[in-house]
């Protein structure tokens, strides 16, 4: 037995025992099947109405042929692919080799290589490709975990795959570390007027085809804003989000979840259990974890960056690649500017290719999400052809992604 939430040699090597592992998911999906309401909720709750997600009418006749999910739709879907595990393989996954130590989502990659379309079902795998221990300044010794959930659609088909890594790092060293101080002043009716501004001049490219000959290196993305960020806006993004860690349900289905995982249901200020992602909407939690404040999630910062750039790239783009870094906390109160630059153009396999740089800062002039793109976009000569995935199956797709990760 090592002593609960320090990071040991002994918890790095439990974790790496799980490498190409297939993880069973503890949760169903938010959405089983792609459906308008589904989506539109999702869209919504980042502040999307785009047609192409949210009218199925006007979707039918775009390329698509039919309402398409947005980019990161996926985190909201898949049924479980895991293999049922044998006795093993239980043991092997048993219990959180990093549980009571804090869990901070650092980096996300995705590659899409096929849409999800109205009607569609999803099936996920999930499985660790890599574990790193690293030393850090924020919070002493930390683990960096990188996982991969593979995506196909209703017919089997690869869809996407989702990597994250996140930063473990022991809860009473981060209090004793933590040196971020932050402090939101009222905002001026000048500031808000800005910000008003910043949303009526928002527009997408939507039918009128953005070809890859008309792009140039140096071309600027209209911005976006987001924010600022109130508990509201929390709230109606788990609406379409889900809950993700925690089980959908309230009183007695949550009270049936908590006697079996009590760790995910720390008492509050009244001694009242209630869910560990809490510290998103209630501040004195995060305090008590020694942060500032309550903060956003990383799914929320990757979704703006993906509406910046399906707006930019119109129903005929394709977002390909997404890799983005989650280096500062976005607090309530705070206010996104999404922004994007191209900074590189290529044909390559067929493909009209073009590089953005992208990043997420907030009104104090800080990158909190800095990341790099790659659009698809249509030529004058041909359409966009959907990229290829690595591999045919799932199975075929890990073994792709753990020989990527320890050549990375």
């Not at 039918?207 to 993305?221: F, I, M, N």
């Not at 509201?232 to 379409?240: I, K, M, Q, Y």
């Not at 999404?338 to 997420?360: I, L, N, T």
Request: glycine residues 10%.
């Amino acid at each position: 037995m090592t002593a609960y939430g320090v990071l040991t040699d002994e918890v790095l090597e439990r974790s790496r025992r799980r490498l190409g592992v297939p993880v069973p998911q503890k949760n169903p999906p938010h959405n089983y099947e792609v459906t308008w309401d589904g989506v539109r909720h999702f869209a919504y709750g980042y502040g999307d109405d785009n047609p192409l997600y949210c009218d199925p009418d006007y979707a039918a006749g775009t390329r698509w042929g039919s309402l398409v999910a947005p980019p990161t739709f996926l985190y909201t879907m898949g049924e479980d692919a895991a293999p049922a595990p044998d006795a093993e393989t239980k043991a092997l996954l048993k219990g959180d080799p990093f549980a009571g130590l804090g869990s901070y989502q650092a980096v996300m990659e995705f590659e899409w290589w096929r849409p999800l379309v109205l009607g569609d079902r999803c099936r996920v795998l999930q499985t660790q490709v890599g574990v790193q221990a690293k030393e850090s300044s924020f919070g002493g010794r930390t683990a960096h975990v990188t996982n991969d959930y593979l995506y196909t659609n209703g017919r089997g088909e690869l869809h996407a795959v989702r990597r994250g890594t996140w930063i473990n790092v022991e809860r009473h060293t981060s209090k004793k570390r933590a040196k971020e101080k932050w402090e939101q002043p009222p905002y001026t009716e000048g500031q808000l007027r800005q910000i008003d501004s910043a949303y009526a001049a928002e527009a997408r490219r939507g039918g009128e085809p953005r070809y890859w000959e008309d792009v140039r290196v140096g071309d600027v993305l209209q911005p976006k804003v987001k924010g600022p960020l109130t508990t509201t806006d929390v709230v109606v993004w788990h609406l379409g989000w889900g809950m993700q860690l925690t089980p959908p349900g309230a009183f007695k289905i949550a009270a049936n979840v908590r006697r079996k995982a009590p760790g995910l249901y720390p008492p509050n200020g009244l001694n009242i259990p209630d869910t560990v992602q809490r510290l998103h909407w209630e501040p004195a939690r995060a305090r008590e974890l020694g942060l500032p404040g309550s903060y956003d999630y990383g799914g929320m910062r990757e979704t703006w960056l993906c509406h910046l750039l399906t707006d930019w790239a119109g129903d005929d783009g394709w977002l390909w690649r997404l890799r983005c870094e989650h280096r500062k906390f976005n607090y309530l109160g705070d206010t996104t500017w999404v922004h994007g630059e191209v900074v590189d153009k290529r044909q390559a396999d067929g493909r009209a290719e073009v590089r953005v740089a992208v990043r997420c800062e907030n009104q104090r002039g800080e990158v909190t999400t800095p990341g790099e793109a790659v659009v698809l976009l249509p030529t004058r000569e041909s359409p966009v052809e959907l990229p290829a995935p690595p591999a045919d199956d799932l199975d075929g797709a890990v073994a792709h992604e753990l020989a990527r990760f320890r050549v990375g």
